[in-house]
Structure formats: C-alpha cells, structure tokens
C-alpha cells in the first residue's frame, strides 16, 4: 500500500532557527514529489515538484530535496510568516494524477 | 499562476438536504479535476477523479450515490452532496492539474475549499 508520512508532528521553532521536514514515502513508481503550504480554513498553495532523487527546488527561505525515500524541506532562518501546514504528496503510477497526502507539518515559528 | 475557484466558501444545511459545490479553472481547461476531503486535523483524502464529459472515478469507500460529480465543461466540476447528514460535514477541495509541455514543470493547484456544517 502507498503510504507517505511526515514528521515531525508539529514543530515549533524561534524566527531565524534553521529546520528541516521529513516526508518519507513508500509507493509504487513514484511519479512525482509535491510539497504545498496550507493556511488554516484555506486550501493548499503550490510549492515545489520533484521528480528524481538528488532533484533540489528553491524558493526564498525553502529548499526541497528529494532522494529515493525521502523529502526534505528545509526552511531557513524562517520568519512568523512561515507559520503554516506543510503538506508533502506523492503522485504515484497507478493513480493519475491525483495525489496521495501525507498528514502533514504544523509549523510555528515566534518572534 | 493559475486560479482554481470554490463555491460557495463555507455552507450550513439541515441534515437530510442537497448542497452543490462548484469548482471552476479560472484561466485554464482542465480536462480532469479533483475532489479531496479533510477532516479537522487530518490530511486530504482523494474522493474522486472527474473527467470532463465522462463518469468520475471515485476511491475505495466513497458512496457515489451520495457524491454526485458532474465535469459538464473543461472549466467547471460540481460536487452534490445528496441527503447530507452531519457526518458528512467536512472541508471539500477541489485541484486541477495543468499538465506542462517538454521540461515544465507538473503543477496541481488547488481551490480555497468549501467549509459544509451540516446540522
């Protein structure tokens, strides 16, 4: 069964602390790595597609990575505005395009 | 980037009634959409594929019947939620997918959702 799953949980972390998000996934013929950024009561906004390991995306303070298990998105020196659900899915070969979530990084970053 | 667009936001009914969801590509044909649910706290759960001028696939467990998706153009899904009961009040979400030429990069984007209490 494809299973995608991220950790940690929840994160909590003061403005200009460094991190990282897991997602780790096990899935048949994957077909694509997608991260997205949800704001509560809103829908998911678009990040980054990664297709094969080694792949890496920027944008600002976020830098996706992908290898053959794993993502990370790495969120550097992150600012309260960061504050959000990270969601990272998977699109695999027998689904279409359709994706399959993971449940996802509530993060909290202080001033 | 591209716009996906939901209606209405957010919706309360009485249990036992109809409410239509609709969701539309604002600035691109979608020949295929998405319809995702998220409980409070929980990830989105795919429940169906709609085809535009095709039946929807839905996933494993999801009741058809109660579920009704029209994609009557490649702009425009609908989702039914037929004789709704307070279990079914949730976050639905819509995405469409724009499939990009050589080299682009795959893009699924998704509306704002629709809030539905039933009561």
């Known amino acids: 069964e494809d299973q995608v799953t991220q950790s940690p949980e929840a994160l909590r972390l003061q403005e200009g602390e460094s991190s990282s998000l897991n997602c780790s996934y096990t899935?048949?013929?994957?077909?694509?790595l997608f991260w997205y950024r949800q704001d509560p009561g809103k829908g998911p906004e678009f990040l980054f597609t990664l297709y094969s390991a080694g792949e890496e995306k920027e944008k600002e303070r976020l830098k996706a990575t992908l290898t053959k298990k794993e993502s990370f998105l790495h969120i550097t020196a992150p600012k309260p505005e960061d504050s959000a659900t990270y969601l990272c899915?998977?699109?695999?070969?027998?689904?279409?395009?359709?994706?399959?979530f993971g449940k996802g990084t509530s993060l909290l970053v202080t001033p | 980037g591209a716009v996906v667009s939901q209606h209405p936001s957010r919706v309360i009914c009485k249990s036992g009634t109809s409410v239509k969801i609709e969701c539309r590509s604002l600035?691109?044909?979608?020949?295929?959409m998405f319809w995702y649910r998220q409980f409070p706290k929980q990830s989105l759960m795919l429940m169906a594929t709609s085809n535009e001028g095709s039946k929807a696939t839905y996933e494993q467990g999801v009741e058809k019947d109660k579920f009704l998706i029209n994609h009557a153009s490649l702009t425009l899904s609908t989702l039914t939620v037929t004789s709704a009961h307070p279990e079914d009040s949730s976050f639905y979400i819509c995405s469409a997918t724009i499939i990009p030429g050589q080299g682009a990069q795959e893009t699924q984007y998704f509306g704002p959702g629709t809030r539905l209490l039933v009561l």
């Open positions: 600035d691109f044909q979608a020949t295929t």
């Open positions: 899915a998977a699109r695999v070969s027998n689904s279409g395009y359709a994706l399959n």
């Open positions: 899935v048949s013929g994957l077909r694509g």
